[in-house]
T-cell receptor, first 116, second 113 residues
Framework: DAGVIQSPRHEVTEMGQEVTLRCKPI?????LFWYRQTMMRGLELLIY????????DSGMPEDRFSAKMPNASFSTLKIQPSEPRDSAVYFC??????????????FGSGTRLTVV | AQSVTQLDSQVPVFEEAPVELRCNYS??????LFWYVQYPNQGLQLLLK??????LVKGINGFEAEFNKSQTSFHLRKPSVHISDTAEYFC???????????FGQGTTLQVKP
């Protein structure tokens, strides 16, 4: 299995532009998580899905952020418009099901976003 | 609500010395406990996890951790570290009912020759 695949690995964009981050979870994993990592705030859970349905989006910082999971093999995190304070590494993770601590969570390699 | 506190932001240690990275957590419900490692410019990799049963958990790369319910701690240990263990280490908890994974702030392990 190729693991959790995120694209792009790096993204540099200008303030005000729309940014779309992509994630392909491991086949058969029904739960997907989006995290943001910054020096100041560490790893923050933004949103997670179970069976393609958003379960908890309380970590999404503001309305400029939106996430979708149109099918079991693809999710996007969109920022519109982007701001310099959105600069961070964004991770996607998947697990077979909610509460599957026995399986653990598999993380992608992340997307490093820089907004100038 | 749950929270995780990693007591040391940086831990410098010489190669082949033992190391302990400390983690305390707070939760009103039972949780699963995890340690993840992040090498530079990479994603997070699972080191070990505690779900139930024996309080001493062994993971990859020679790491182990001990769950202490009364102390609400889950400290990570390795008897002899290598240069290649230099990385960021994250302690995390997950309430089984929600599936969320809540991380501590991380501890940077710096192994010196």
């Amino acid at each position: 299995d190729a693991g959790v695949i995120q694209s792009p690995r790096h993204e540099v964009t200008e303030m005000g532009q729309e940014v779309t981050l992509r994630c392909k979870p491991i086949s058969g994993h029904n739960s997907l998580f989006w995290y943001r990592q910054t020096m100041m705030r560490g790893l923050e859970l933004l949103i997670y899905f179970n069976n393609n349905v958003p379960i908890d989006d309380s970590g999404m910082p503001e309305d400029r952020f939106s996430a979708k999971m149109p099918n079991a093999s693809f999710s996007t995190l969109k920022i519109q418009p982007s701001e310099p304070r959105d600069s961070a590494v964004y991770f996607c993770a998947s697990t077979p099901r909610i509460g599957a601590g026995d399986y653990g969570y598999t993380f992608g390699s992340g997307t490093r976003l820089t907004v100038v | 609500a749950q929270s995780v506190t990693q007591l040391d932001s940086q831990v410098p240690v010489f190669e082949e010395a033992p190391v302990e990275l400390r983690c305390n957590y707070s939760s009103s419900v039972s949780v699963y406990l995890f340690w993840y490692v992040q090498y530079p410019n990479q994603g997070l990799q699972l080191l070990l996890k505690y779900l139930s049963g024996s309080t001493l958990v062994k993971g990859i790369n020679g790491f182990e951790a001990e769950f202490n319910k009364s102390q609400t701690s889950f400290h990570l240990r390795k008897p002899s570290v290598h240069i290649s263990d230099t990385a960021e280490y994250f302690c995390a908890v997950s309430p089984p009912q929600t599936g969320k994974l809540i991380f501590g702030q991380g501890t940077t392990l710096q192994v010196k020759p």
